[in-house]
């Protein structure tokens, strides 16, 4: 057994490389990509997708967001349900059901064109999807996993383009029906990205950045009823599903945890601006 005078040593020592740990545990960085994420397209059809269109010189063509500018519109508002903003969990629900739902319906066109390649195959007819010989890689270094989940479906698309232009040049689909069947989704995904602009211009600007549930309460003040009016204007209800909580974003930065009597408010209030205020709807903006 350790002596008394070593075991008194030892209780002294204790605390002080327990702090050195705690010490070296805060010195801990926040994780990051050791090597940088890409993205390899094969189609323009594709790259034009992820970097859109700047406006031109003269004016007369409209920018057309792409890709990258979603993926940033759609972190800011990301960022910005930390406020436990629920127009903003709203949007970012609907776009990223969106997002899958484009995919999903890529990868069934595929699937059924890859088993008729694969019928072909059986038949003695060896068919391959055409690739780039000279691929453009980019670089990702997304700040949100929206911007990922972008990049999936534009490589999904720029996979299913050279599917649909393999077809054609190997005489499986005519060029009409194969240009057609681009465009359609083409022009599916620049909806899509343009959609959550108008969103962003308006929710994060000053008057109604710190717009939050606690806005629709009944013990809220004016200027809060007077951001709820703003933004019903703008947007509409806010379902009560998505309002409460029960309906959430696949990633938000909300951290809330609310009692039974938070949740009962929150299942009570009013999503509607009062009838008793009869000022502007968008006397904020």
Known sequence: MAPPDAILQHARNEPNELDA?????????????????????????AYRIFT????????KLPPIPGGRRFAAVLKSIWHLSANDN??????????????????????????AR????????????????????SPKTVELGFRSPYGYATAEAIVEFDYYVRMIKTLIHKDRMSDDEG???????????RALFLEPIRWERHLLREELRPLSRSDFLPAADELAHQRVRAVVALFGEVPRKVFTGA???????RRVKLSDAELRLLEQASLTAAEDMPQSDTELL
Do not use: C, F
């Open 179 to 189: 240009r057609a069947a681009i465009r359609e989704v083409g022009r599916e995904l």
């Open 21 to 45: 740990t705690l010490a070296a545990n805060a010195q801990l960085g926040q994780l990051a990509d050791a090597i940088p994420d890409t993205m390899s397209l094969h189609t323009k059809d």
């Open 114 to 133: 890859e088993e008729d390649i694969e019928i072909l195959k059986r038949k003695g007819l060896s068919l391959a999807v055409m690739g780039s010989r």
């Open 86 to 111: 629920p127009y903003a969990d709203w949007i970012l629900i609907r776009m990223y059901e969106s997002l899958v739902a484009i995919r999903a319906h890529l990868s069934r066109v595929i699937t």
């Open 247 to 253: 309906q959430a974003p696949r990633h938000t930065r």
């Open 52 to 59: 859109g269109r700047g406006a031109d010189g003269a004016g």
